[in-house]
């Protein structure tokens, strides 16, 4: 039996640039078991067939960058040491494999423990299909919904912000199809000489040019080349993100560590100084952070780097964008031109910019005590704001598609959304209405039931120089709240269906928050948590817990929902009640094994009034459970200090958008 070396090693390789992370907090049990275990494969020589132990199933995430990833095997066994279920009542499937004939997932009794996914196949495929396969059967994630997507191949070395739904192809030559075109992008990791001739690898018998791939770039390492020539930085935000984030990490006592590149030689790297705390290594022509390196980033709350160098700027931009989409926060004063150039000009600002809370040079504590007592409220809003800036600007599934050739700009626009709101308060309608409007979020469409009211003048106007388009239909009064969502969702054109509430305050980035949450969790349902809640005869505002952020879980608040609308009438849309509709939804969604994700809480305030209100247990009940309290609204709660998007996708799909006609009400 063949063993193959794991992702999981810290030794550095002998690459001519190195870095490390020093400082690092201790990790906790399960990690020191995840570390333990690590990544480990397995081969049996002559007969294909491989057996895989992962630590956690982030590191089974790492396996597309393992040196067996692309070897054939007939059966495969996937073990995970420490695993737990993603939700309440949820069971998983093995994905889709054209030569799987039988397998067997087994589960812990418990809610954690060891969980095999055993594989048995009728013809070789690559290790890191039947993963990905596997993957499917233990975390439950599913690829964003779009109405049209392009295939994306990998040949040669696949590159680091590879999605883990693309094709690799380590040799051979690419396959070609008369009826249409294989490939719509073909990433060729063997040369980084820039834009590559779409017509290469695709000529017929006679040498003229065929139309089997779409546009081909250079994809290697970090970045990929675009068809303008420019290099884009790139990360796979499915692998890299903030899932599992810890809020005890934006505390002033959370761990703030050192970043610091060395040159390597045969001896390894040429680091100099003490370290204190655990220590991660890498190399810079390596895919960056590993499962070790992201679960220690989940405990620590920034991370400083007093010399980037200015050698591989790719490759240190795309690792300075991986830190950002951590929820980590980066500080890096000083960037060189050619690694400054390459990051989202938003990310570029907070990265160069002094964190909140963080000491000064001096030592001396910058917090200037707003947000809170111990200012952690700043550095959780700065943390929202870089990794939303991190993602909308370089996650490859989100970047990629806009590249592939054949006259679709649609390919690079973020999936569309019908933003539902449903209403019987007539003084309410416009300011609701503001909200949604106000939202930077480029393709969204406004569906606004009136339950019973008439539409007030001032809302006919917000409604007509909004410039996204709507669609106002009356429900009768008779008609049930839940029955009413059904006639609006069944109006709504967008692939994504969220739900806003008439009495509760969105922050302007509010759906786009969601729309990453769902891109990078691949849960079915994503959500807010109603953590800040506003005391309307007070005129406070409290933070309580409520569940888990950025993380699967059971419930999140029902004026912050958003799924697909083929997954919300896949289970049998809403139900037809007047009230726990919500609730109703999420039950539905359980019993079909589907996942729930609630992402951070800033940028929605739930409301309460002193009446109004379905489900009343009195202030008493907020009060008590409140840990923060402040007068009026803070605005880092509600993400006020967040600018527009900045990114090249959010600005041109804005930007190419016409002012659209509204339909008249029904």
């Known amino acids: 039996m063949r063993r193959d070396a794991g992702s999981d090693a810290s030794a550095p390789a002998g690459s001519r640039i190195t870095w490390r992370l020093t400082g ?15 990544l480990r494969v397995l081969r049996i020589p002559g007969i294909r067939r491989a057996l895989v132990i992962a630590g956690t199933v982030d590191r089974l995430r790492d396996l597309p960058h393992h040196p067996s990833a692309g070897q054939p095997v007939r059966a495969a066994t996937v073990v995970v040491v420490w695993w737990r279920y993603p939700g309440l009542g949820w069971s998983g499937s093995v994905g889709t494999l054209p030569q799987l004939r039988r ?21 070789p495929v690559p290790l890191r299909s039947a993963v990905r396969a596997a993957l499917r059967a233990l975390d439950g994630s599913r690829p964003m919904p779009s109405p049209g997507t392009a295939d994306v191949t990998a040949v040669g070395a696949p590159p680091a912000y590879l999605p883990a739904g693309a094709t690799v192809l380590t040799a051979g030559p690419l396959p070609e199809r008369d009826e249409i075109r294989a490939h719509d992008l073909v990433l060729d990791g063997r040369d980084a000489t820039g834009p ?13 040019r065929s139309a089997a791939y779409g546009v081909r770039l250079a994809g290697t390492g970090h970045a990929v080349t675009t068809p303008a020539g420019e ?8 692998r890299i993100n903030p899932r599992g984030r810890l809020a005890a990490a934006y505390r002033p006592e959370a761990a703030e560590i050192s970043l610091e590149f060395a040159r390597a030689d045969r001896s390894g790297a040429r680091f100099r100084g003490p370290t204190s705390g655990s220590t991660r290594y890498g190399s810079l ?24 160098p200015g050698e591989h700027p790719e490759q240190t931009a795309g690792l300075l964008v991986q830190l950002a989409a951590t929820g980590v926060l980066v500080h890096a004063p000083i960037l060189p031109p050619a690694v400054a150039d390459l990051l989202d000009p938003q990310l570029r600002v907070l990265v160069t910019g ?9 030592g001396s504590d910058r917090s200037d005590g707003s947000a809170g007592p111990d200012g952690s409220l700043a550095v959780e809003a700065r943390s929202v704001r870089q990794r939303r800036a991190a993602m909308r600007g370089h996650a490859a599934g989100l970047r990629l598609p806009g590249l592939a050739d054949g006259g679709l700009p649609a390919l690079g626009r973020p999936p569309s959304v019908s933003a539902v709101l449903i209403t019987r308060r007539p003084e309410l309608v416009t300011t609701a209405l503001a909200a949604i409007i106000a939202q930077t979020y480029p393709e969204m469409e406004i569906i606004l039931g009136l339950h019973g009211i008439e539409l007030p003048e001032s809302a006919r106007r917000a409604l007509s120089d909004a410039g996204r388009p709507f669609e106002v239909l009356h429900l009768p009064e008779s008609v049930d709240f839940g029955a009413g969502l059904a006639a609006a969702t069944r109006r709504a054109r967008g692939t994504l269906i969220t739900k806003f509430d008439d009495d509760d305050s969105y922050g302007v980035e509010h759906v786009w928050d969601l729309v990453l949450a769902r891109h990078y969790s691949g849960a079915t349902l994503v959500g807010k948590g109603a953590e800040f809640v506003h005391l309307d005869d007070q005129g406070v505002t409290l933070r309580r817990r409520s569940g888990i952020p950025e993380a699967y879980g059971g419930v999140v608040a029902g004026g912050t929902m958003l799924l697909a609308k083929s997954d919300l009438e896949a289970v ?6 007047p009230r726990s509709v919500d609730l109703g939804l999420i039950e539905r969604l359980r019993a079909e094994g589907a996942t729930v994700y609630r992402t951070h809480p800033l940028g929605y305030l739930y409301h309460r009034r002193p009446t109004g209100h379905t489900w009343d247990p009195g202030e008493a009940y907020f009060v008590d459970s409140a840990y923060s309290r402040w007068t009026g609204v803070p605005p880092e709660a509600m993400g006020d200090e967040v600018t527009p998007p900045s990114t090249e ?4 799909a804005a930007g190419a958008a016409t002012r659209p006609v509204g339909r008249p009400p029904s």
Do not use: M
């Open 24 to 38: 690092l907090p201790a990790p906790h049990p399960a990690e020191r078991l995840g570390r333990a275990v690590g």
């Open 103 to 123: 397998h067997r997932v087994g589960l812990p009794r418990l809610r954690r423990g060891a969980a095999t996914v055993r594989l048995a196949l009728a013809a």
């Open 196 to 208: 590559q001739d779409p017509g290469r690898d695709a000529t017929g018998p006679q040498g003229e």
């Open 231 to 238: 290099r884009l930085v790139l990360i796979d935000a499915e």
């Open 285 to 308: 022509t390596g895919p960056g952070l590993d499962a070790a390196a992201l679960a220690a980033l989940r405990q620590v709350r920034a991370v400083h780097c007093r010399l980037v």
């Open 354 to 362: 002094q964190p909140p809370g963080s000491a000064g040079p001096d």
């Open 572 to 577: 049998g849309g809403w139900r037809p009640v």
């Open 649 to 652: 996708a959010a600005s041109g």
